[in-house]
């Protein structure tokens, strides 16, 4: 049984990050209202498409009418971090809760994955991602409420710069989770990191160059995967 | 707006649920994963400054040197910080 002392420590954590996540919520839900979205569509996109970067990354992607196809294959390879926290977020405690367990997966996020702990008992590990994903849910639908309120010729005037918060938050958190993978290679010095990393994003540009912003994620990802494969990053850690 | 439901709910399924079930019966490589996430994560900021850049190129350019300071900084002060260097250059620099 967890002690209620460390029921607290969880709780009070949660609530934390769910108070950070409010002002990015409330964003989402601004910059969706001004491309016409209703609270309602809102709501269903954050209730059942859960996921804060996929969501602005479809927002983004859609507003520029990128294919389905393309929106699907880069949302996909956003959330596949998801796979190992899914297959790591249980314990044998959690047997004979095949139902629930689907339904709980759906509300991990980076978030409650980094806060639950994972021999807790299964009802807390719900409460936290619950309120993770309720603050989030809530903040999404306020932002577009918020939206509303905001005067039309605000809009007007500003609309070209509407956008550029979703692009920022989405190049912050890219920035920073490649910030975590130099840092956490110690196989490599830091110089030939940088190069590396440098290496693959011209890789990414040429791509991008050549065959266009909209196809050019699936050649963009398989080569970067190929080059870092190449130069054997992260393979003297994992043996 | 339906579509873009489906597609994230599909994805979920896909990344959270079905993992879910299959518990720790199966292990997908570390390393594998390291690289799939740098790959991304390389590629979304790529794709985050030229489409941007391709519209407002110098204050994109702008905007994205203030990140490359701030985003070991908090998230939010970084957010804020690139998005006025973007709306204020765009407003005072006529290039």
Known sequence: MQPESDKDTYMVQAMAVAIGLFPIGLLFGIVAQQNHWTWSDVLFLSMFGFSAS???????????????????????????RYVPMSLAAWNSLDSGKRLLRIVSAHFISDESFAIEPKMSHF????????????????????????????????????????LFP????????????????????DQFRMSKKLM???????????????????????P???????????????????? | MIEGVGLLLLISIIVRVIPSLVGTSIRIPQRAIDLISIAVFVNMFVYCFFSEASKEAVHAALAFAVILILFRWNLLVTIFASTLTFVLSAHFLHL
């Open chain 1, 123 to 162: 009802p807390m590990r719900i409460q936290v991602r619950a309120i993770i994903f309720a603050a989030w849910i809530l903040s999404t639908v306020l932002g577009v409420i918020t939206g509303q309120l905001i005067p039309s010729e605000w809009i007007s005037s500003s609309s070209q710069y509407l």
């Open chain 1, 166 to 185: 979703a692009t920022a938050i989405l190049a912050i958190l890219a920035a920073k989770r490649i910030d975590h993978a130099i840092n956490h290679n």
């Open chain 1, 220 to 239: 963009g990802i398989i080569g970067v995967i190929g080059i870092l494969y190449f130069f054997r990053w992260g393979e003297a850690q994992h043996d």
């Open chain 1, 54 to 80: 996929g969501q602005f990354f479809y927002l983004k992607l859609e507003s520029e009418q990128a294919s389905l196809a393309s929106i699907f294959f880069v949302v996909l390879m956003l959330n596949i």
């Open chain 1, 196 to 218: 590396l990393i440098s290496g693959c994003a011209s890789f990414s540009i040429s791509v991008l160059y050549v065959v266009g912003k909209d196809i050019f994620w699936i």
